[in-house]
Each structure stands twice: as structure tokens, then as C-alpha cells.
């Protein structure tokens, strides 16, 4: 079946440092990878829609200056958390998916941050 | 209205139980549903999709209902390993294509 690996699994960085993750599709090929956040207890949020060769697309209320989102390949998307601060800590997940748009998404294993 | 709901839960039941969890959604040009499973601090993962004509796999059904416009999950013969979060998630046509997740609903099955 479809695979998306999301690295590093697990961060701790310093307030006002950046923090890159990357998402990779292993086996598909995706011109469209989400980026979402969790964080304790809640709902997985849709931050940002990431397309391949083209800008990401932003949710409302998510300032796209802060999480910048590079979709270089049909395989690798990036998101990177600039100047963290410790509201960003957070449970990170990327997904694509393998089909058109009744399919349903494949889940990277997350990225958990945590900003000290 | 949210645009996905869910009954938070907790659910507690014995194995062997029969459960049942509701899901409403708010876009009536909604065409595609999913359920998924989310452990404690892991990635979620699909459990199944939702069908027009309901569908079943082992001991998970799963219904949709368009006129009420909410679909349904159930779960036959609970296992322990049953327990988790159960997330609805419905495709959302509002400009672009997204997928919108409810706040899930927490299954704990006991012996």
C-alpha cells in the first residue's frame, strides 16, 4: 500500500530557531501533500495544502511567512517552522494522497516539536 | 455549525460489546467519507471508506446517510484493541479540494 514518511519523528529546538520537516511519498508519486496540527486532545487542523511546483495554499489564520512550505518534487514536500516559539509545540503530520479526489489520504508517522 | 462533529465520548464498553458512533457534516455537496483511527500520539490511519450503499468490512459497518447528512460506524464484537479515537472525515468542496477531520470520538473497551 501507499507509504508517506515524514522526518524527524521527534524534535526539541530553541525559541527562535527554525525547524524543517520533510514529507516524502515512497511508492506514489503526489502533486498534492497536507500539511496538519494537532495538538493535545483535538482535532487534526488543515494548515496547508502543498502543491507541487507551485505555492502552498494557506488556511486562514496560519501565517504562511512563519510555516513555510516548499513542494519541490512530485515525492518531497518540506515544512519548515520558522523562529519557533513554544505555542508551536505540537504534533505535526503530513498527507498525501495516491489518487484522485475521492481517495482517501495516507498519513506520514507524525512529527512531534517541542520548543524550549 | 461545525463543519465536521462528532460525540467526543468517552465510550466505555466490555468486549464483545456492540458500538455505535455518529458523525454530521455541514456540506451537503460532500462526496466522499472516511473513518479513521488514531491511537494516542501516533498518525491516524484509514480504517475504512463510506459508501453510498453502506459497507462492511469484518466487524465494522459503515453507513451514510445524505438526506440527515451524517454517517455512521459499527463496531461488532469490541476488542480491546478496538480502543482508540475515532476520527469522521468528510471531503470538502468549498473552492478546493480538502479533507476536514472531526474532533473524534474515544472508544475504551474493557475486559
Known amino acids: 500500500g501507499a507509504v508517506v514518511s515524514q522526518h524527524p519523528s521527534r524534535v526539541i529546538c530553541k525559541s527562535g530557531t527554525s525547524v524543517k520537516i520533510e514529507c516524502r511519498s515512497l511508492?506514489?508519486?503526489?502533486?498534492?501533500m497536507f500539511w496538519y496540527r494537532q495538538f493535545p486532545k483535538q482535532s487534526l487542523m488543515l494548515m496547508a495544502t502543498?502543491?507541487?511546483?507551485?505555492?502552498?495554499?494557506?488556511e486562514q489564520g496560519v501565517e504562511k511567512d512563519k510555516f513555510l512550505i516548499n513542494h519541490a518534487s512530485l515525492t518531497l514536500s518540506t515544512l519548515t517552522v520558522t523562529s519557533a516559539h513554544p505555542e508551536d509545540s505540537s504534533f505535526y503530520i503530513c498527507?498525501?494522497?495516491?489518487?484522485?479526489?475521492?481517495?482517501?489520504?495516507?498519513f506520514g508517522n507524525g512529527t512531534r516539536l517541542t520548543v524550549t | 455549525r461545525k463543519e465536521v462533529e462528532q460525540d467526543p465520548g468517552p465510550f466505555n464498553v466490555p468486549e464483545g460489546a456492540t458500538v455505535a458512533f455518529n458523525c454530521t457534516y455541514s456540506n451537503s455537496a460532500s462526496q466522499s467519507f472516511f473513518w479513521y483511527r488514531q491511537d494516542c500520539r501516533k498518525e491516524p490511519k484509514l480504517l475504512m471508506s463510506v459508501y453510498s450503499s453502506g459497507n462492511e468490512d469484518g466487524r465494522f459497518t459503515a453507513q451514510l446517510n445524505r438526506a440527515s447528512q451524517y454517517i455512521s460506524l459499527l463496531i461488532r464484537d469490541s476488542k480491546l484493541s478496538d480502543s482508540a479515537t475515532y476520527l469522521c472525515?468528510?471531503?470538502?468542496?468549498?473552492?478546493?479540494?480538502?479533507?476536514?477531520f472531526g474532533a473524534g470520538t474515544r472508544l475504551a473497551v474493557h475486559p
Open positions: 472525515v468528510v471531503n470538502w468542496l468549498g473552492g478546493y479540494n480538502k479533507l476536514i
Open positions: 498527507s498525501a494522497r495516491e489518487g484522485g479526489l475521492g481517495s482517501p489520504l495516507h
Open positions: 511508492d506514489f508519486q503526489a502533486t498534492t
Open positions: 502543498s502543491n507541487e511546483g507551485s505555492k502552498a495554499t494557506y
